[in-house]
C-alpha cells in the first residue's frame, strides 16, 4: 500500500474541519451521529476539537459487506438517540457514491431534527451519483480504494494512523 495522507495531515485537516463546524454552530448544543464502523477514529478525534455542549451518538450503515463493490445498504438506528429538535452533525468517513450519507440523512430527518448537515473525512474526486454536497470535508482525494483512520479493507486496516491507497495485489490477498 502507498501513504496518501501521513498522521501530521490527518490531524491539521481534522482540526482545521473542527474550526469550520464550530463557527458554523458557535456555542449551540450539538448531536454529533457517527456513522460505524468506519467513522470511529474521526469521530474521537472531532468532538475533542469542538468545545459547544455535545451529545455523540451512533448510528450503523453497512453496504460494503467487507467487499469493494457496493451492496444493499442496511441502516441500523438502535443504538441513536433521540435527534427530535436537535441540531445534528452525521460524521463519516468518506463521501463516494454518496448513497450512504444521502440514505442515513434521510432517515434521520423523519425523526424531526431541527437541522441536519453531514461532516467527511474524504471525498473522492468524480465518484458522486447524488446530488448532495457534504457540508464539511477534511481531504479530496483521487479515486483510489482507501484504508486507515477507521476505512477498512474487509474489516482489516481501520486501525492505521495513516490513510493509505491499497494497490492491486493487497486488494487480491485476504488481510485477515
Ligand atoms: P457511498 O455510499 O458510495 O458514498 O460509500 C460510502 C461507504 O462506502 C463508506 O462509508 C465506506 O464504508 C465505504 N467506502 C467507499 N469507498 C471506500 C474506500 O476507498 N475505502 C474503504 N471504504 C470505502
Ligand atoms: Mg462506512
Redesign the pocket.
Known amino acids: 500500500m502507498r501513504e496518501l495522507l501521513s498522521k501530521e495531515r490527518l490531524e491539521s485537516g481534522v482540526a482545521a474541519m473542527a474550526q469550520q463546524v464550530s463557527q458554523c454552530y458557535g456555542d449551540r448544543p450539538l448531536t454529533i451521529l457517527g456513522?460505524l464502523?468506519?467513522?470511529i477514529v474521526l469521530l474521537a478525534d472531532l468532538i475533542r476539537m469542538l468545545e459547544m455542549p455535545l451529545r455523540v451518538g451512533v448510528v450503523q450503515?453497512?453496504?460494503?459487506r467487507g467487499q469493494?463493490t457496493?451492496g444493499r445498504?442496511t441502516i441500523n438506528s438502535d443504538l441513536m438517540p433521540d435527534v427530535h429538535g436537535r441540531d445534528v452533525l452525521l460524521v463519516?468517513?468518506?463521501?463516494?457514491?454518496?448513497?450512504?450519507?444521502?440514505?442515513v440523512m434521510a432517515k434521520v430527518r423523519q425523526l424531526g431534527p431541527t437541522s441536519i448537515r453531514c461532516a467527511v473525512l474524504?471525498r473522492?474526486t468524480g465518484?458522486q451519483?447524488?446530488d448532495l454536497d457534504p457540508d464539511f470535508v477534511a481531504f479530496d482525494i483521487p479515486d483510489?480504494?482507501?484504508?486507515g483512520y477507521g476505512?477498512?479493507?474487509r474489516d482489516a486496516y481501520r486501525n492505521l494512523s495513516f490513510v493509505a491507497a491499497l494497490e492491486p495485489d493487497d486488494l487480491e490477498e485476504d488481510p485477515a
Open positions: 456513522v464502523t468506519g467513522s450503515a453497512s453496504s460494503y469493494t457496493r445498504l463519516d468517513d468518506i463521501f463516494d457514491t454518496g448513497h450512504t450519507i444521502n440514505e474524504l473522492k465518484r451519483e447524488i483510489e480504494f482507501v484504508v476505512l477498512d479493507y
